[in-house]
């Protein structure tokens, strides 16, 4: 038998996820859809890749089910995680064990084959991600990232984006080129210290307008700088992202989406109880029709087109 490697110790300073998040005040709409979540190995089933910048605590399919069902969640979009490369096999075996409650977000390279992926929508990928943050990544050329865009297009996959705001002027035209709709995590990573209405985050805005692109308003826990976190029983939450948030909630109604992003990869100030972000939900989206939108329609829309909430067992 081969010898069993031993794992890998979690990067220096990572918080695990919140062992014992409350239970929200806010009731979820039936149906809703946490569209931006991950798994984490675990990393004796499925090593995390050599690559990688970071090695993460475990976060396993059966704990997300268990967090979807405690926070009233419906239903997943499970993003692949930069830890585990393209070797999809965490995600897929989640999505496998879902129930049809989960798609995902698949992480691929230029020379993928269709076999691939097929095989990858089968098993409910609808899209793929392009990071473009520094720290996590090393540089994604655009001619690569071209050619896996023509290979998903013919599937109706989209393409996730994840960059951050200040690099928005270099990439916009590239992103504009790509033939499949965009989606963008967490806002684009606003600088919350500048003003909401400001020139960096309108550019954001008319990006947007201007191309065939979804925004999730995710992540307060990451774009906060002044808090407070989500903690203790705290009510109001991250302050001064709720501006830029219910700001995307309003100007872009049909094409916003909403996520836990658990377990809340590379946190090292505090991990924030993901009941208190639920209840977070009605400052940001601050109507019944809104709500709606963002946690429900928008993303069956997107994600299982033509199903309806009640066909979930």
């Known amino acids: 038998m081969p010898t069993a490697v031993p794992n890998s110790p979690v990067t220096e300073g990572w918080l695990d996820w919140h062992p014992d998040p409350s239970s929200p005040v806010f009731t979820l709409p039936p149906g809703t859809v946490d569209t931006h979540c991950h798994v984490f190995g675990p990393q004796a089933v499925f090593p995390f890749a050599p690559e990688r910048k970071y090695t993460p605590c475990d976060a396993s399919k ?19 995680a930069t830890c585990h490369g393209a070797d999809n096999s965490a995600l897929v075996d989640a999505l496998q064990a879902s129930d049809g409650r989960a798609r995902g977000i698949a992480t691929v390279r ?50 996730v984006l994840y960059f951050e705001s200040v690099d928005l002027p270099d990439l916009e035209d590239f992103f504009g080129s790509l033939p499949t709709p965009l989606v963008v995590d967490h806002m684009g990573r606003p600088d919350v210290t500048r003003p909401v209405d400001g020139p960096e ?39 001064d992202v ?3 948030a219910r700001r995307v909630v309003e100007e872009f109604p049909d094409r916003v989406l909403w996520g836990t992003d658990w377990p809340h990869p590379n946190l090292t100030d505090h991990m924030p109880d ?40």
């Open 62 to 80: 059966e704990q997300l089910f268990a967090l979807r069902d405690h926070l009233g969640i419906a239903r997943n979009v499970i993003v692949q």
């Open 110 to 159: 230029p020379d993928v084959g269709e076999r691939e992926l097929l095989d990858l929508h089968e098993a409910g990928v609808r899209g793929v991600r392009f990071n473009f943050v520094r720290r996590l990544v090393d540089a994604s050329p655009a001619d690569a990232l071209s050619t896996i865009a023509e290979k998903i297009a013919p599937l109706g996959w989209h393409i």
């Open 201 to 239: 985050f309108s550019r954001f805005l008319r990006f947007v307008a201007a191309n065939d692109v979804w925004v999730k308003v995710t992540c307060p826990e990451r774009l906060s700088v002044t808090g407070p976190a989500a903690l203790n029983g705290e009510r109001h939450p991250y302050a």
């Open 242 to 244: 709720v501006p830029f």
């Open 274 to 313: 993901d009941g208190l972000l639920v209840d977070q939900v009605p400052q940001i989206a601050v109507t019944t029709e809104q709500r709606r939108r963002l946690l429900v329609d928008n993303p069956m829309r997107l994600y299982w087109p033509g199903e309806t909430t009640t066909e979930v067992a």
